[in-house]
Every structure is written in structure tokens, then in C-alpha cells.
């Protein structure tokens, strides 16, 4: 009886301690300096550059990156790859709202990408080679690396570009697997969750998918060094994340106050100072 007893506390513990122990292996962070995060901390990035509401100025253009640049600001912007395999800087999968083009990106080589205007402006696709560049060390960048059909091909083509750019340089990911590539095979890189309330994700992503994305239960993918959160609540998974060290970015600020309580801030359409804190 004794010896039974025994073996049904032993069973009690374990079942607590994998009750906690298996949440917090999923959700675990992945570690980093404190000179690492020192580039990120208390920065305010400008989203796709430092373009403007009536896109005058066209988000992820040369002209918002050099904007972006000789003010000092931190910078965010998106690489995905054309047909023949460059890494160009747009956002969108498709065409349609910013080139009024209906086409996927990856469907045109880069010359006829090239050959498309950004909003009707004379600003064109860059390629991520001429947006490093411009840059050029004057301030971080955030690099989101877009979900796509050869996103082997992105992570080392972009890893590549980024290993010969001298500057303060993260990367991150609506994608833990893209993320995952990064842990494993660029570790002197700081690395990102995108993430968002499961509402929001689209609708070609099913509720379950979208359910574990936004609770960010697969850090134990990519091990994320940050959180890059949509600005708004966020739900306790990803507050204990933060709690266990990852950086707490937010997304897309449209106003300072955003600032309070966050690491890192995403804006757009306002000129924050360049750092908070």
C-alpha cells in the first residue's frame, strides 16, 4: 500500500512539473546580450522607411530609406525574392495596391520589377543590396523576411547580403521555421517573432494556425530573441515570453505614447524622437 501510495505522489509531481515545464519549453525565448539588444532598446524604427500617409514618398522606396537614414532612425522594411531570384525589398505578396500590377512578386524577374512604379511616383522595387547601401550603419534595421514559396532560398540569400553589411542588423518573421533557419544557421543574428492577435491573421490561415501563431506557442522552433507584437493586448503567453527575456517590440505605432512599457517601437506616419530611453 505504502509502495503505491509513493509511486501516485511521484506521478502527481511530474504531472505538475510537466503541467509547467512543457508551456514554458514552447514558450521560452532564446537568450542574447546585453550588447546585442543594446542597438534595439528604446529605438523607434520607421516602417518600410520613413514614407508618407498620401505616399508621396512610397513605403519601402529608396527615397523613404534615405529619409529614414539622414534622420537617424532605426529602420524596418520586408525582403522577398523575384522570379529570378533576387532579393528585392516590397511588402505585399501581390502587386496590386502599391504597383496597381496584378501579379505575385515572385511571378516577374527583377528587371520587369525594376520597371514598375511604387505608387505612381518615380520610385521603383529596390533591390535589398540598394536599401543596404543607403543605410549603411546609420541606424538598426529590423529585416522582415515575408513567408513565400522558396523561403530556403530567402534565408540564405538574404543571411549572405547581411553577413557582408557592416551595421546593427536584426531579423525576424511572421514564420517560426524561417526564424528556425536563423537559430541554426546565423546565430551572430538577433532574431524575431511576428506575431498578432489570431483575428487578424488572414483567411487563408485556418483558426487553429492562427491560434498558435498568435500565442506564439512555437518559439521553441526559432527561439526568438524578441517579440514583434501588434500594438494592442497582448495575451498572457506572449507577456510571459517577454517576462522570460524576450524584447517587447510593438507594431505600428501611429502616436508616441506607444513607447511606455515597450523596448522597441514600429511607426509610421509621425516623427518620434530617435530614442526613448
Same mark, same amino acid.
Given at each position: ?152 532560398? *530567402?534565408? =540564405?540569400?538574404?543571411? @549572405?547580403?547581411?553577413?557582408? #553589411?557592416?551595421? !546593427? ?7 517560426? +521555421? ?10 551572430? *543574428?538577433? =532574431?524575431?517573432?511576428? @506575431?498578432?492577435?489570431?483575428? #487578424?491573421?488572414? !483567411? ?7 491560434? +498558435? ?65
Amino acid at each position: 500500500m505504502k509502495k503505491a501510495k509513493n509511486t501516485g505522489k511521484a506521478c502527481l509531481v511530474l504531472t505538475a512539473a510537466a503541467a509547467v515545464g512543457v508551456p514554458l519549453f514552447m514558450l521560452a525565448p532564446g537568450s542574447a546580450t546585453r550588447r546585442q539588444k543594446a542597438p534595439f532598446i528604446g529605438r523607434n524604427f520607421a516602417h518600410r522607411g520613413l514614407h508618407s500617409r498620401d505616399m508621396s514618398v512610397p513605403e519601402n522606396s529608396l527615397e523613404a530609406f534615405r529619409l529614414a537614414a539622414k534622420a537617424g532612425y532605426g529602420v524596418e522594411l520586408d525582403v522577398q525574392l523575384s522570379r529570378d531570384g533576387q532579393v528585392v525589398v516590397f511588402h505585399d505578396d501581390t502587386l496590386d495596391r502599391v504597383c496597381g500590377v496584378h501579379s505575385r512578386v515572385d511571378e516577374k524577374t527583377y528587371d520587369e520589377l525594376k520597371a514598375l512604379s511604387l505608387c505612381g511616383t518615380d520610385q521603383h522595387i529596390p533591390l535589398f543590396s540598394e536599401v543596404l547601401d543607403i543605410i549603411d550603419g546609420k541606424g538598426p534595421l529590423i529585416v522582415e523576411l515575408k513567408n513565400g514559396r522558396r523561403n530556403l532560398e *530567402l534565408c =540564405r540569400k538574404t543571411y @549572405a547580403l547581411l553577413s557582408e #553589411y557592416r551595421g !546593427d542588423v536584426c531579423v525576424e518573421s511572421f514564420n517560426p +521555421v524561417i526564424m528556425g533557419w536563423f537559430r541554426f544557421h546565423a546565430r551572430d *543574428l538577433v =532574431r524575431g517573432q511576428l @506575431a498578432q492577435p489570431p483575428k #487578424y491573421y488572414n !483567411d487563408s490561415i485556418k483558426k487553429p494556425t492562427a491560434f +498558435v501563431l498568435g500565442h506564439c506557442l512555437l518559439n521553441f522552433i526559432s527561439r526568438p530573441q524578441f517579440i514583434a507584437y501588434r500594438i494592442g493586448s497582448r495575451p498572457l503567453t506572449v507577456r510571459l515570453a517577454s517576462k522570460l527575456g524576450a524584447m517587447n517590440i510593438g507594431w505600428t505605432s501611429h502616436e508616441p505614447r506607444n513607447e511606455k512599457g515597450r523596448d522597441g517601437v514600429i511607426f509610421e506616419f509621425y516623427k518620434p524622437h530617435l530614442l526613448y530611453k
